[in-house]
C-alpha cells in the first residue's frame, strides 16, 4: 500500500465511516491584512479538507507557498521572513464542526453550525472557534467562515519597519467546496 | 542654504520614487517560469515517487524551485477562468495538480486528456497530491 492510499486511509479513519465523508482539494483559504498604510491580501486555492457529515469531525492542511499574493515581493517576503514556508510547509485545523446535526446534508438549504478545533501554523498550536455557514446544493456542500488570526500568536514575527504595514490581527476566510466520497 | 533644501528634497523625492517602482511596479511582477536560468527537469511520477517516499528530502530538493515537468494529462479543470492541469502518476488516488497561469487561457483551451505535455512552474510540495503553480506550457 503506498503512502498516498494510507495517508488517505488514515485521514478517513481518523474522521470516522468513509459513508460520510465529504472531501475537497480544491478549497479556498485567503487572508487580509489591513492598514492605513497598506492593504495585503493572499490566497490559497488547493486547500485538502475532509468534514465527516456524521461525527462532524473536520480537518484541513494547506500549502504555505500555495499562498498567491498580487505583488510577487510581498509573496518572497512571506514566505522568506514571516511564514518561513521552506521551514513549516504546511499548516493544518483539526477539528469538529459541534453542531454537526443542524446540517441536513441530504436537503438543499442554507445552515449555520460552530466548530471549534486547532490551527497549527509554523508547528504552533492554538485552539479557535467559529461559526460556519454551510450551503447544501445538489448533493455538494460549500462551508464558508472567516476566523481572526494574530501573527505573533504563531510566531510570525513581524519587524518594527513593517509593522505599520501589517495587521496585528489578520482576518481570513475559509471556503471549502465538499462534494461526498 | 535654500539650494541645499531644494537638493534635500529631491534626494527625498527620488528615494520614495525609487522606492515605489521597485515595491509596486518592478517587484510585483511574478517571476516567469520559462524565464528561469535553474529550471530542473523531471518525469511528473518520478516528482510524485519522491515525495510519497522520502517527502523531507524531496521538500529540500523541490520547493519553490522552478520544474520542467513532463507527463501525461489525466484531468483538466476549468474554475474561475483558471486551468488546473492533472499529470499522471503511478498511483491511483495522487496527481502532479499544475495550476497554469491565466495569460494563456487560450492555449489549455486546446488540451486534451491522456496527451503528453511538458510545462514548467513553481513546485509547491505535497499536499495529497504534489502542486506547482504559475505554470507555463513548455512545449
Same mark, same amino acid.
Given at each position: ?7 488517505t486511509?488514515?485521514?478517513c ?22 492598514t ?27 500549502l ?48 449555520t ?7 497549527t ?39 518594527a ?10 482576518t ?10 | ?25 518592478k ?44 507527463? *501525461?494529462?489525466? =484531468?483538466?479543470?476549468? /474554475?474561475? #477562468? ?12 495522487g %496527481?502532479?495538480l ?6 494563456d487561457?487560450? *492555449?489549455?483551451? =486546446?488540451?486534451?486528456? /491522456?496527451? #503528453? ?12 497530491? %504534489? ?9
Amino acid at each position: 500500500m503506498n503512502k498516498i492510499i494510507a495517508l488517505t486511509t488514515a485521514f478517513c479513519l481518523a474522521l470516522g465511516l468513509n459513508a460520510d465523508n465529504y472531501m475537497t482539494k480544491t478549497g479556498t483559504v485567503k487572508f487580509f491584512s489591513h492598514t492605513t498604510l497598506e492593504d495585503i491580501k493572499a490566497e490559497n486555492r488547493k486547500v485538502v479538507s475532509v468534514l465527516n457529515t456524521a461525527t462532524g469531525a473536520m480537518e484541513f492542511s494547506l500549502l504555505m507557498k500555495g499562498f498567491d499574493f498580487a505583488n510577487q515581493l510581498m509573496e518572497d517576503h512571506f514566505n522568506e521572513s514571516y511564514a518561513e514556508s521552506d521551514k513549516y510547509p504546511k499548516a493544518s485545523f483539526k477539528g469538529s464542526v459541534t453542531d454537526i446535526a443542524k446540517v441536513d446534508f441530504t436537503k438543499d438549504g442554507t445552515y449555520t453550525a460552530n466548530f471549534s478545533g486547532k490551527l497549527t501554523i509554523k508547528d504552533v498550536t492554538k485552539d479557535i472557534t467559529g461559526v460556519a455557514k454551510f450551503v447544501v446544493k445538489d448533493g455538494k456542500a460549500t462551508a464558508t467562515s472567516d476566523i481572526k488570526v494574530k501573527p505573533k500568536d504563531y510566531h510570525i514575527n513581524i519587524p518594527a519597519t513593517a509593522g505599520a504595514k501589517i495587521a496585528e490581527e489578520l482576518t481570513v476566510d475559509i471556503i471549502m467546496d465538499y462534494t461526498k466520497k | 542654504m535654500k539650494k541645499g533644501i531644494i537638493i534635500t528634497l529631491l534626494l527625498a523625492v527620488t528615494g520614495v520614487s525609487l522606492t515605489y517602482w521597485y515595491v509596486f511596479v518592478k517587484g510585483a511582477v511574478h517571476h516567469d517560469p520559462l524565464k528561469s536560468e535553474q529550471l530542473l527537469q523531471v518525469d511528473a511520477k518520478k516528482l510524485f515517487n519522491d515525495y510519497t517516499q522520502f517527502e523531507d528530502s524531496a521538500n529540500k530538493l523541490y520547493n519553490g524551485k522552478v520544474l520542467q515537468v513532463k507527463g *501525461q494529462i489525466s =484531468q483538466i479543470d476549468l /474554475q474561475n #477562468n483558471r486551468y488546473t492541469i492533472s499529470l499522471a502518476t503511478d498511483d491511483a488516488m495522487g %496527481v502532479v495538480l499544475c495550476e497554469m497561469d491565466t495569460i494563456d487561457n487560450a *492555449q489549455y483551451a =486546446q488540451l486534451k486528456v /491522456q496527451s #503528453n505535455i511538458e510545462l514548467a512552474g513553481f513546485c509547491n510540495g505535497l499536499n495529497f497530491d %504534489v502542486y506547482l503553480d504559475r505554470c507555463k506550457l513548455v512545449k
